[in-house]
């Protein structure tokens, strides 16, 4: 039986656009230092949407995958790339191993080894991890890309189990648009356990405002990521459909400062105003709201003013607080904030010396405006 497509809306456009920008900067990052890495598609479906034009293959997630690779020379920076796409429906399972074989010969995917699985996510997942645990083996650098149509099927330890090992991040469709609809069905209480990790998610039964339940229900997803696990920086994008309701919560986790600082980067290139948050409502396909996002400098300018006036602080050191400690912005939007501080003369800058037992200090005063090498020292007025 052939595998029934659907069209693809203009929030998994968006969805795609993130994943797509992230693997650009993902991949080059883990070359430097690994010769391998995994990327792992946990709900991969049939590889691709109902086509508008016939000739034309919209694609999905595994092709987005293996199309950022091929078109960005990404494989000739690793002896190899391997991908695993899991797939529990078998009708689509088929559609997507048959799709992969007429879009790439072999000598196309040399140093790409992929596979298809048909199986749940945990469940194929949860023998190669168990054995990894057991003979002390590490896996290599892995992405997961986990999206799936409901809450069913997505248990918190397999995503913990990921983020056991070193370099791994994941990027997960947090579906609350089911998760809310299923809160009061019997049926759905294991599988929101499993999810959540707890049995927390219950309290949230009786809140009767939309927009406080929405709330809870996503803080508890992002501190049991933290908490169970482990994902030492977590950063959410929010996906509305066409009558502009909240669906599902793009949710990514890492150890790494670093892929936090990419992640916010390739969400500002698809949210028009830094909101990290997109509407099919709102969606207009003729404007370029994909480049047009432009931070609010004023308000980091504020942001960084208000909590280091009266201190001195390092360039480096600042943009990694920035990344952390706010909820929008990137380590390069800081020098554009910083020089509107600079013009208001609320701030001097120093060539930067290492002192041991001290750290960075102030040297001698940086004369160049508007300009913020690496190891500057930054003094901000009172």
């Known amino acids: 039986m052939p595998a029934k497509l659907w069209e693809k809306p203009p929030h998994t456009e968006m969805k795609h656009a993130i994943l797509r920008r992230y693997l650009q900067a993902w991949l080059p990052i883990l070359s430097k230092w690994h010769g391998r890495v995994a990327i792992i598609d946990g709900f991969a479906g049939p590889g691709e949407y109902t086509r508008k034009d016939p000739k034309k293959i919209e694609p999905g997630s595994p092709l987005i995958i293996i199309d950022t690779i091929l078109n960005h020379n990404l494989r000739k920076r690793f002896p190899e790339i391997v991908l695993l796409f899991i797939e529990k429906e078998p009708e689509y399972a ?3 191993e048959d799709l992969l074989k007429y879009l790439y010969k072999a000598s196309d995917l040399a140093g790409i080894r992929y596979q298809v699985v048909k199986g749940g996510f945990a469940s194929t997942l949860q023998p190669v991890l168990d054995t990894l645990k057991e003979e002390g083996l590490r896996m290599a650098p892995c992405f997961a890309f986990v999206d799936p149509f409901g809450p069913r099927g997505l248990p918190i330890q397999i995503i913990a189990q990921i983020m056991e090992h070193q370099y791994s991040e994941v990027l997960i469709n947090f579906p609350y648009d089911p998760i809310n609809r299923h809160l009061t069905v019997p049926e759905y209480e294991e599988s929101l356990d ?7 998610w219950r309290n949230v039964r009786s809140v009767r405002d939309s927009q406080e339940r929405n709330r809870l229900l996503h803080e508890l997803y992002i501190k049991q990521l933290k908490d169970v696990a482990g994902a030492k920086y977590v950063v959410s994008f929010l996906m509305r459909d066409i009558k502009n309701r909240a669906i599902y919560f793009l949710v ?24 990290f948050e997109f509407s099919d409502y ?8 994909l480049f047009s996002a432009t931070p609010d400098f004023e308000e980091l300018a504020s942001i960084i003013w208000n909590t280091f006036k009266g201190q001195s602080i390092r360039i480096d050191d600042l943009e990694e607080w920035v990344t952390v400690n706010t909820a929008r912005y990137a380590k390069t939007h800081v020098r554009s904030a910083l020089q509107l501080i600079e013009e208001k003369g609320k701030l001097t800058k120093y060539y930067g010396r290492y002192v041991p037992g001290q750290g960075w200090v102030k040297d001698t005063p940086y004369p160049k405006r508007r300009f913020y090498p690496t190891n500057t020292v930054i003094e901000f007025y009172t």
């Open 94 to 96: 088929t559609h997507l």
């Open 194 to 200: 499993e999810l959540y990790g707890c049995t927390d």
């Open 252 to 275: 990514f986790g890492t150890r790494s400062v670093h892929g936090l600082n990419e992640m916010k980067q390739s969400m500002w290139r698809v949210a028009p105003t830094g909101s």
């Open 282 to 289: 709102t969606y207009n396909p003729n404007q370029l709201e």
